[in-house]
T-cell receptor, first 113, second 114 residues
Framework: DSGVTQTPKHLITATGQRVTLRCSPR?????VYWYQQSLDQGLQFLIQYYNGEERAKGNILERFSAQQFPDLHSELNLSSLELGDSALYFCASSGRGTSDEQFFGPGTRLTVL | GESVGLHLPTLSVQEGDNSIINCAYSNSASDYFIWYKQESGKGPQFIID?????DKRQGQRVTVLLNKTVKHLSLQIAATQPGDSAVYFCAERVGGTSYGKLTFGQGTILTVHP
């Protein structure tokens, strides 16, 4: 158990819909990262937050957004969903002041029908 | 166009053998490298890391070797066990403004036969 929690574990929805994925980092970690893992693209970095502020951005679609709240949990919002958004979405967290060793959560499996 | 799944390299070994998993990284500016293990249905799990000022680092049953000249990383697992069966990913990080962002390789499937 990495100490990172993600909800829900599974999510099935329809095209055009909007969903919110939730992540609670390890106690004391200030950085939260979101990754997407799909069969054809592998594991791709989406976005990083550090203590509530956006720190780095990857290949995140404009239809996707994220935020980190004062209690350090984070949410990833996916809107206008398409079939190709079906994937595993992982959250990771890392320690205070550094970005070394990211601890991954169990992931949310999103299926868009 | 039609998308196809990634065809991951595979490595099959017998229990007790040593395993070597290779990774070519892309950015000569990368300063930090990590190996992760991912079992089916789980998130990636940290195995070992190495900074660019080192060329070798050892952990428990694992060794990572870094060759910056040819941008190559390898993971050696000693006395491989069935529980080591998983997908193994290397990841690299570039410092500076992208500090924290990890770029992952495609992964290698390791199968250990009892």
């Amino acid at each position: 158990d990495s100490g990172v929690t993600q909800t829900p574990k599974h999510l099935i929805t329809a095209t055009g819909q909007r969903v919110t994925l939730r992540c609670s980092p390890r106690s004391g970690d200030l950085s939260v990262y979101w990754y997407q893992q799909s069969l054809d693209q592998g594991l791709q970095f989406l976005i990083q937050y550090y203590n509530g502020e956006e720190r780095a951005k990857g290949n995140i679609l404009e239809r996707f957004s994220a935020q980190q709240f004062p209690d350090l949990h984070s949410e990833l919002n996916l809107s206008s969903l398409e079939l190709g958004d079906s994937a595993l979405y992982f959250c990771a967290s890392s320690g205070r002041g550094t970005s070394d060793e990211q601890f991954f959560g169990p992931g949310t499996r999103l299926t868009v029908l | 166009g039609e998308s196809v799944g990634l065809h991951l390299p595979t490595l099959s070994v017998q229990e007790g053998d040593n395993s070597i998993i290779n990774c070519a990284y892309s950015n000569s500016a990368s300063d930090y490298f990590i190996w992760y293990k991912q079992e089916s249905g789980k998130g990636p799990q940290f195995i070992i890391d190495i900074r660019s000022n080192m060329d070798k680092r050892q952990g428990q049953r694992v060794t990572v070797l870094l060759n910056k000249t040819v941008k190559h990383l390898s993971l050696q697992i000693a006395a491989t066990q069935p529980g080591d069966s998983a997908v193994y990913f290397c990841a690299e990080r570039v410092g500076g403004t992208s500090y924290g962002k990890l770029t992952f390789g495609q992964g290698t499937i390791l199968t250990v036969h009892p």
